[in-house]
């Protein structure tokens, strides 16, 4: 009986021809798989290098297909906030070939190691990605993946710390504080590697907001005022001015 993947039917090769070998191969299936085995440990000098040149350049391939366009590739370069900007959730840009993808730091360690090497001893993964932010002005622990990656592994991570704080044990260390700027490790990181383009872009942003009174949450006594009253009174703490 015939299987799903096996071969169809093309001019060149007739469905009888493929039941004549499909039988064949049913009957002899052992001595066929020895003598394949003997071929490629007699050739696998020859043959390995040939399976992954193949490999390399279908996986070119298909980099070029899903690769932004060169001069597209030049603005990516100049701002590293570019994904962002055209609300772009689903993949990231590499600034050295163009290829997006949801993650890049497999990509960069396997394709781009050479490129990124800065001495001749081999470099670790974190070395790696470590020059490539700092080529392209990311901070320097930014998170190299698209914005719905880290949302999920944020999402992810903070349900796994709120079961372990219901169980009482304990939770992943955050470096800072809650609640308290971390003043003294920013000056610390700032004096160390300096302030990232990356950075310097997001200061120099416009807000999206205002500052407005009316924004804040009202109290209890606000929310008992009419409408209007407790903005221009001046309500805080309880305690109505006038």
């Not at 299936?29 to 390399?56: H, Q, S, T, V, W």
């Not at 298909?62 to 990516?76: N, W």
Request: net charge positive.
């Amino acid at each position: 009986m015939p299987l799903e993947s096996d071969p169809k039917p093309t001019p060149r090769t007739s469905a009888k021809t493929l039941e004549r070998r499909r039988a064949h191969r049913q009957l002899h299936g052992n001595e066929l798989r020895a003598k394949d085995r003997e071929y490629y440990l007699a050739n696998r000098e020859m043959i390995r290098p040939r399976k992954y040149r193949l490999i390399k350049e279908r996986a070119a391939k298909l980099r070029q297909m899903q690769s932004v366009s060169p001069s597209e590739l030049a603005l990516f370069r100049q701002n590293p906030l570019l994904e962002d900007d055209r609300s772009w959730n689903d993949v990231i840009v590499c600034r050295l070939c163009g290829w997006k993808a949801k993650k890049l730091s497999q990509h960069l360690i396997s394709i781009h190691r050479n490129e990124l090497a800065t001495s001749m001893t081999e470099q670790t993964g974190k070395e790696i990605l470590k020059e490539y932010r700092r080529l392209f002005g990311y901070n320097e622990r930014a998170a190299l993946s698209c914005l719905s990656v880290r949302q999920n592994f944020s999402k992810k991570w903070k349900l796994h710390d709120s079961r372990r704080r219901h169980k009482g044990k304990r939770t992943s260390l955050s470096p800072f504080r809650p609640g308290h700027a971390p003043t003294q490790k920013a000056m610390e990181a700032r004096n160390k590697v300096g302030t990232s383009l990356q950075a310097r872009m997001r200061m120099s942003r416009p807000r999206g907001h205002r500052s407005r009174l009316g924004g804040r949450k009202k109290t209890r006594l606000e929310r008992s005022l009419p409408t209007g009253k407790w903005q221009g009174s001046g309500c805080r703490d309880g305690n109505i001015l006038r």
